[in-house]
């Protein structure tokens, strides 16, 4: 899979996104881009040469936005109702 610089997000490998609804999961194209599109809108560099600008992401950056935030349960939790399909993410960069 690989990212779009716009927010969207193309799919190289289909497998997961062809397979998703039946094993309860698919991805809401739509949070995916709002989320992304969050970034630049609301969040600004703090100090340095870039105070003040806005944060834009990077394409890498926005596949994991979009990647966390675009994939949704079919069936929310009953206990806790969310449904995102992931809750959690551990990403380190070298």
Known sequence: MTATGH???IFSD????????ERGFYFDRYAAIRACTLFPT??????????GQP???????????AMLSGWKCVQPS?????????RRAYIEVA
């Not at 289909?14 to 609804?21: I, Q």
């Not at 609301?42 to 105070?51: K, L, M, Q, V």
């Not at 944060?55 to 936005?65: E, K």
Request: proline share 2%; glycine share 12%.
């Open 7 to 9: 927010g969207g997000v």
């Open 14 to 21: 289909k497998t997961d996104l062809n397979t998703a609804r």
């Open 42 to 51: 609301f969040i600004r560099h703090s100090e340095g040469a870039f105070g």
């Open 55 to 65: 944060l834009r992401l990077m394409p890498w950056q926005s596949f994991i936005v």
């Open 78 to 86: 009953s206990l806790s109702g969310k449904d995102r399909r992931f």
